[in-house]
């Protein structure tokens, strides 16, 4: 899940602001890999988990056509995802 989503980072470009709650004013300085460990870690979440939490992603992102995963979203959608 982290190789994915650091390769979505990368790839996204930014465009005008579309405003869902999922956006944040700046870019996290944790890096979504240092995030998705930490996450694991504290929260003892299971490797499952984090595969229901790709399917959960892939869903949204396909039913909800303004939803983008990069720098100032990523990590707000892993978290709610």
Do not use: N
């Amino acid at each position: 899940l982290a190789v994915i989503l650091v390769d979505a980072v990368s790839r996204a470009v930014e465009g005008p602001a579309c405003s869902t709650p999922f956006r944040s004013a700046w870019a996290p300085a944790m890096p979504i890999d240092k995030y998705i460990d930490r996450m694991h870690s504290l929260y003892e979440c299971s490797s499952e988990c984090f595969v229901f939490a790709f399917v959960f992603l892939c869903r949204a992102l396909k039913r909800f056509q303004k939803l983008k995963v990069g720098p100032l979203t990523s990590h707000r959608l892993l978290a709610a995802s």
